[in-house]
C-alpha cells in the first residue's frame, strides 16, 4: 500500500500545477507556436525542491520536441514561477518537464476495444 503524502506536498503541487498552467496559457505561447499544452499534474519531492510537471501537447509540435524546448528555456520558465509564488514559497523548487502519455494509453486502448 503507497503512503499517503502530506497535505503540505498536495497543497504545494496544486498550487505549483495551476501556476505553471496559467504562465504556459498567458505567457508562452509564443514559445510553442501552433500547439497547445496542458499541465496534467504536478509532484513535488519531499523537501520541496524538485517539481515534476506533467503535460500533453496537441498541434504542430510534437510531444518530445516540446519537452526540450522546455527544457531548454527552464531558467525563464523557474523565473516567472518565482515571481508568481513568491508570497507562498520562499524557494522555487527546480523544474523537471515530463510528457504525460495517459491520455494516448486511453485512446489505444479505447481502439483496441472497438475492435
Known sequence: MRAMK???????????????GEIFEQN???????????????EISPD????K????????IKPLEALEILMTN??????ELSIRVKHQMRIVPDLRFY?????????????????
Not at 510537471?53 to 504542430?60: H, V
Open 6 to 20: 502530506p497535505i503540505r506536498q498536495n497543497k504545494v503541487a496544486r498550487l505549483l500545477q495551476k501556476e505553471m
Open 28 to 42: 508562452l505561447r509564443d514559445l510553442l507556436p501552433g500547439s497547445f499544452l496542458t499541465v496534467t499534474g504536478a
Open 48 to 51: 520541496l525542491s524538485i517539481v
Open 53 to 60: 510537471i506533467y503535460f500533453t501537447i496537441l498541434g504542430k
Open 74 to 79: 527552464k531558467t525563464p520558465i523557474r523565473k
Open 99 to 115: 510528457i504525460d502519455d495517459s491520455f494516448e494509453a486511453v485512446a489505444r486502448i479505447d481502439e483496441l476495444l472497438k475492435k
